[in-house]
């Protein structure tokens, strides 16, 4: 399997070709064993009839020079049926081809989001490195099915090959040789979307650009501040430039690979015309024979020429989209292995930060630095600290989104490392800053923050009331049902604020669990609600106690963190202080200074 590492160095290579597509064609047989097969059959069969049409040409006008009618008429009725039969069987083959494909398209669209959805880190979506590489899987994947398809055409090409060799061996076995003279064309296709594909790779951040600003220019949430800036014109000229850019990088590659194809048919080409020379001179063979390798050279050609494109296709995309697809297997496989025990049912010691250092993946620079600290059971905790001291990237860690670069975490004495980050996860409950707008139904945007709960609509209720959103929905023309977010019929604009509360009510969905986190969720709401809603809510972790939860608050309001019963000071990725308000303002530290700015601020 391959390794991931989670800091410094390039990224991981993609996994072999070869052994990707067959993990695809496997995937594709999982789910559709029966159609598969049946798909494959049918292209093959479809196969015959085609390859067979050099030979009643043959039959044809030998019957005609040697005066033969019945020979005539037999070869006659041989071309009739192999085109009646090639058209119906092809288009057999393509409705049951087109009904897998179907079928596998929604397996395979549900495989990626399912791997995607199941990986407990976020490095991949954070990482540029793997951005990239994801934002090439997301546009192949919609296409990935026309991989199986590709594999049975260039079988059933190959099968046409074998058979019209046979028949230009029947006139001379050296005629066969023809095939070597293919091989060049072979090659070039296959390196040729290699080439392009690596260009297109490599031009991959170019192109992420070219789409943000795309989406900037043209969707609706950013558009007050485009039109109020007037910058469209220009994104516009900036996106025309990425995209130049990346084309220009694209277009040389596909040149220079195409000079090398043409190359390598126009010595195809040349074979193929020594052939007929040598059949019609050197052999003096019959004109039926002469015309067979005139008829069979012919389909040669295409047949090559079909078989190359299959080939390229399935070097090019296929083979890219298949490694891709493989590499995020291994990824999510190599991120689910790093822990299997289950948490404690209930923190009777707490949470303790051993020496915890962190870097994130492919930068040098320490966020975190050598932090040791302690979260006692059934305590509310505030982290305090200027901007970039490291407050998030620590409530990340607690939830298990990255390893400690280096030190360790400890749950209840258990190295967090050791625990199943999807159990671990369940016993989380939370609410962020940079909460996403899930456009839903109420029930269904509030409810989403507990799975098992989410049509459990006293629950739903419970954590809006936890959230102080119950003015909110009271105030929505069809309460709970309300649909949000005008893109959808009758949906329902809402403030930021109101979005915030009900992403916070999102967070209270849980109502016990072992670690409760509160990364700065009510920034938009006014000081003294924040206080008071902070306040019920550490009211109301104290008094569950009995399962040892333990609250985190991240705010940079002091006035809210006052109340916490341990507050944690970063500054430049170093702890540098912690105790209890009272105790931090005695001791006239960084803490009180910056306590004091900010009551002087609100006088």
Known sequence: ???????????????????????????????????????????????????????????????????????????????????AATWFLRTVSTRVQRRFRDKVTIALESHVAQLQASIATIAHQERPEYLDRLSMLRDQVFVLDHMYMSVFSTLGWILRLAVTLALLASVHPALVLLVLFALPTVWTSTWRPAVERSAQERGAQTSRLARHLFT??????????????????????????????????????????????????????????????????????????????????????????????????????????????????????????????????SLRQGIRLDHVS??????????????????????????????????????????????????????????????????????????FQDFFRFEFRVRQTVGLGDVPQLDNEPAVIAAIDRAGANDLVAQLISGLDTQLGTTWPSGVELSFGQWQKLALGRGFMRDQPLLLVLDEPTAALDAETEHALFERYAAAARD??????????????????????????????????????????????PYSELYRIQAAAYR
Request: proline share 4%.
């Open 216 to 345: 900037i220019a043209t969707t609706a949430s950013p558009g007050k501040e485009v039109r109020v800036t007037g910058i469209g014109e220009r994104l516009i000229k900036d996106r025309r430039s990425a995209w130049e850019r990346w084309y220009s990088e694209v277009a040389t590659a596909r040149w220079g690979s195409a000079i090398w194809h043409v190359a390598a048919w126009a010595i195809f080409g040349l074979a193929y015309a020594g052939a007929v020379v040598f059949v019609s001179f050197g052999l003096r063979a019959s004109a039926s024979a002469v015309l067979l390798v005139l008829a069979a050279g012919a389909r040669l050609s295409a047949y090559i020429g079909a078989t190359v494109g299959e080939i390229g296709f399935l070097r090019g995309f296929w083979m890219d989209g298949s490694r891709r697809l493989a590499w995020l297997e291994d990824y999510a496989a190599a991120v689910a292995a790093s822990g299997d025990q289950v948490p404690p049912s």
């Open 1 to 83: 399997m391959t390794s991931f590492p989670d800091r410094d160095g390039a990224i991981e290579p993609l996994p072999p070709a070869l052994s990707s597509m067959w993990r695809l064609c496997k995937l594709g047989f999982r789910h559709e064993p029966r159609l598969m097969v049946v798909a494959f059959i049918l292209s093959q069969i479809a196969a015959l009839p085609d390859a067979l049409l050099a030979l009643w040409l043959m039959l044809l006008g030998k019957g005609v020079l040697d005066h033969r009618p019945g020979m005539v008429e037999g070869a006659a009725v041989g071309l009739g049926v192999s085109a």
């Open 358 to 431: 962190f870097a994130y993946p492919g930068t040098s620079r320490l966020v975190l630095d050598d932090v040791s600290v302690t979260l006692p059971a059934g305590a509310v905790v505030a982290i305090v600290g200027e901007n970039g001291a490291g407050k998030t990237t620590l409530v990340k860690l607690l939830a298990k989104m990255y390893e400690p670069s280096s030190g360790s975490i400890f749950i209840d004495g258990t190295p967090l490392a050791r625990l199943s980050a999807i159990e671990w996860r369940a016993r989380l409950a939370g609410a």
């Open 544 to 589: 569950a106690e009995g399962n040892g939860r333990i609250t985190i608050l991240v705010s940079h309001r002091f006035s809210t963190v006052r109340m916490a019963d341990l507050i944690i000071v970063l500054d430049g990725s170093r702890l540098i202080e912690t105790g209890t308000h009272e105790q931090l303002m005695l001791k006239g530290g």
